[in-house]
């Protein structure tokens, strides 16, 4: 049965919400802040427990917020009762996390922080248990990663805890990235991303080619997740995060993410030979090899780790096998696991805390000196240790009854008598854990005299303790949460019935030498543990050391090799990639025969061609004589301008020439300071490599552009040819293109050439004031200058000239809409002329000279052509719509006016501020460098040196 | 004609290739001049080839024949925004010489040339900086 619920969606924005909270309220003191964290866990809690009796009696609620429907993707939630137990988990121990770590955490910890790293932990994880979507539930299994990062790294000064956060990170991480794998198999498998379809799919998954990689890839996620051999070792190292991290982390929620999609796959994964080959066969060698190392190990919260590690094992096996019975066993277990673990970990947490140790050989005889945790310890070790009357005792019993049942690869010893090796260890760590830390006579050594805390800090542990026994004493109180639970892993309606005493069968037996072979051990403990430590062993975190250390120097080499800054090569292997690609995709693609006709080649265009060949060549060859180079690039500028006045392309023409004036005088001026020749720096064979790349790239290009003038295409120029008049009133199709058709173009060009200039200007002003202004200073770059004065004839010259050059510049504007022309045209044509002044007459005398900044220039360019462009919105038309009229004025000619032209204006004072500002501020280095500056308007002023004869005269001189 | 245009564009991309590939800054300097001729030309001549039929259009001969406005238009604005271009890159090949000493595009090693002018013994005091007489 389904029913929408649009609490879903809210249970699981809540926690992420919340997060935002506890950084602020840390202000407010404390016990403020963990309330505040409380709050959402608790509104999320009473949510789920509207939702509860609904799931309990068999109904599933989903909610569906569409996301990315392209990718499948939604934000689609629901809740059964494998989800509600995980969930109420989840949000049940979070709460007496928050609760015990107000008091765990110390004065200098930033409580603030660590509460909202929890809660974020918190919503990944819940946000896990309730989705719909493998997708989404990818995006919050990488979110659990993430955030466990942050909070096993929490305490950041210590280099334990980095390291221990960085490892689970990199493991999870890199399990998390398989599964995606996976699931996107999976989803192809299926059809759909929704689990609901896919749980409903398992027949045909596991009919499918690709069932075993889609397996063994959702199964790495796993396991990394839930810790099993060999991806165990990072959860040890991440005991090094406050305690309670590790009780939230490693009892019900980050480690038990794995256990759970195990179990939420379970219908549509599990079953098969493989699955049992492989979950049931590393979750058994987990379960035996964590019991075995916990035993030996010291540190109480080195010893628990190894025991979740064991215990996760033994889940994992469960599920495993494939049965319903072991997948009921697996729940049941999931949830007495959580009581008595979380419990350990705080009490670990408490011991800790009040001796200032957790090392179980400085430890002993604190029953009599905190006899409240020693009780709760106890009562939960002992459940850990399957002790009858305990919770932990029902399950591992269902356990053992199930291991006594499979046999693998035939032999039906095997399961049984690891399974039972496995519990002899895990009642003999247990039993250590309750004896050597509380046992024993009190000792004198205690780095700090341990007392029972307060009873913030053991309400927690106390109260799970209690479900300890309630269980394991009612153990009819459980049924119906596992019989939900179960029902939702196995697909199947589930009646589980528990009960404490089930007759003298195979697992009594089997748990009865565990209870003996645990005590026989532990009497046994000291020599075996000398024994132990002879032992040389694998040390996880070594290895997994190594290993990164040789990943990040591969890594590092290959950078260092293809990234070694060498631009030269860069561009060398991407001039050859787009050779080559280019040329398999122009081999792949048919193309038509030529259909257009040749045009005859006159004999002058063979000049041309011709010298710009030549002036190609010679660039070439003499690029190491820059100024050489220089003067012969200029050539095949003035060619290119010369083809476009044969070819009909009058505007390209003198915009090419005009361009062509100014890049020379920028080159000019750049190559004053710049060294004169280039030396040879590359090998002859380096050369000869480049020269065929630079060939091949030629021949590719000359023959693509063949291809295409030889082949008529579709064009949407008529449309322009045939409205330019019409509908723009101008009859230079180009020009009415650019401040018309295509206005929104030009606008944005203009813009980006005006931020070049201003680019270009506050580059100089910052080189200007760093190093190179000092090195300006220091250069010599003033003494190589020719004392000239300013020719006389050419100052005379170009002020003669700089009238009639504005009057062509406004000419060549004016024109621009009916005839070649235009305001990109017109402004570098005004740029030439201003230039002039400055190359004639001097830096310093032009520049007192200039009523506006050429910064201005640029703003007012753009600000008018975008008013124009504004200015349609007034008619109610579209931004850069254009109005033309007819005027007549007598007694001169009717003559046309058109917006378009103001919006040239706009690109007219846009272009001459770019250019004027770009050269002017290289032109400023020179004044840098200590050139001297002629604050007259000649140089040589003939009345002066006439004055100066006639005084030198009068001298008698 | 197209022949002439193409290998013209094809002699004008090698050398632009051979330039970028040099080691120093002028080099790459001039060969993206050239490649900025060769790609201009080349979107030029994706119009095809006309002589004689400029679009500017006559008011009276419905009959005329116009080559291909859009490409030229969209090249009018390419070569403006390619002298922007090469000015900001003119401007980056000053700043790299002047603060590091040497014109090379390759970071691998950062070594200033003997010729170039040297920091060392300089104070770099600000307020040292030459005003401008703009007064």
Redesign the interface.
Known sequence: MHQTSSLLPIIAILPFIGALVPGVMIRAGRTACASFTAVPTVLALVMLGTLAPGVIEGTVYTAKIAWIPQLGLEAAFFLDGLGLMFACMILGVGLLITLYARFYLSKADPMGQFYTYLLLFQGAMLGITLSDNILLLLIFWELTSLSSFLLIGYWKHLPEGRQGARMALTVTGAGGLAMIGGMLILGNIVGSYNLTDILAAGDQIKADVLYLPALILILLGAFTKSAQFPFHFWLPHAMAAPTPVSAYLHSATMVKAGVFLMARMWPALAGTDAWFYIVATVGLITMVLGAVIALFKDDLKALLAFSTVSHLGLLTMLLGFGTEAAAIAAVFHILNHLTFKAALFMTAGIVDHEAHTRDIKRLGGLAKLMPITAVIGTITALSMAGIPLFNGFLSKELMLYEAAKTSWWENPWLVPALATLGSVFSVAYSLRFIFHTFGGPVRDDYPHTPHDPPFGMYAAPALLSVFVIAIGVMPFLAEPIVAMAATAVTGVEQHPHFAIWHGVNAALIMSLIAIAGGVVLLLLHSPLDRAWLATPRPEAKAIFDALMGALVKATQGLTATLHNGAISRYLAVFSATVVIVGYLSFRGGGMGAPTRELLPTPILAVIGWAMLVLATILVVVFHRKRFAALVIISVIGLMVSAGFVYMSAPDLALTQISVETVTIMLLLLALHFLPKETPVESSAGRRGLDAGIAIAGGVAIAALAFAFMTRDVSTISDYHLANSYAGGGGTNVVNVILVDFRGYDTYGEIIVLGIAGLAIYALMETLLSGPAGARLRNSGYNADRSHDRHPLMMVVATRLMLPIAGVVGIFIFLRGHNEPGGGFVAGLVISIALLMQYMASGFAWTTRRQRLEYHGLIGIGVVIAGLTGMGAWLAGLPFLTSWFGYVHLPPIEEFELATAALFDLGVFLCVLGAVMLMLYSLSRLARHSGETVNREPMDYDPSKAIKTFDHDAREGV | ???????????????????????????V??GL??LS??V???L????????????????YNDAAV?????P??L???A??????????L??????A???A?N?K????EVEP?A?????D????D?S???T???A
């Open positions: 004609m197209e022949a002439l245009v193409a290998s013209a564009i094809g002699f004008l991309t090698a050398g632009g290739i051979y330039l970028i590939l040099r080691l120093r800054v002028f080099a300097v001039l001049s050239l001729y060769a201009n030309v080349f030029f001549s994706t119009g095809g080839l006309r002589i004689n039929a400029a679009p500017i259009l006559d008011k116009y080559t291909d406005p859009l030229q238009a090249v009018l604005t070569i403006v925004i390619s002298f922007g271009m090469t000015a900001v003119v401007m980056f090949a000053l700043g010489y002047l603060e000493g014109d595009i390759d970071m691998t040339d010729e170039a002018p040297t920091v013994g300089i104070a770099l600000m040292a900086e030459p401008e007489d703009r």
